[in-house]
């Protein structure tokens, strides 16, 4: 099986789906967050995701809670 994850920052506040189903609205932070898709970088503090993934997908917009379910039910991703 696997699993879909999806981490939606809406007004500055982290909210994390599992399979489509909202898990967990964070705390918000004073810190920007970047996306580091693409930018991946090895050396003794960092680690590896180890097994089947697909490529991330970075959405330049905030993705509703149906649109999210849609994506969490595609089993694959050309441009989704």
């Given at each position: 099986g696997w699993t879909h994850i999806t981490l939606v920052y809406k007004n500055g506040i982290p909210i994390l789906?599992?399979?489509?189903?909202?898990?967990?609205?964070?705390?918000?932070?004073?810190?920007?967050?970047?996306?580091g898709l693409g930018n991946e970088k090895e050396d003794i503090f960092s680690?590896?995701?180890?097994?089947?993934?697909?490529?991330?997908?970075?959405?330049?917009?905030?993705?509703?809670?149906s649109r999210i379910m849609q994506l969490a039910q595609t089993t694959t991703c050309a441009t989704c």
């Open positions: 789906y599992l399979n489509g189903q909202l898990v967990k609205e964070l705390k918000p932070s004073a810190n920007l967050v970047h996306p680690w590896f995701f180890e097994g089947d993934k697909s490529e991330p997908v970075l959405f330049s917009e905030v993705l509703s809670e």
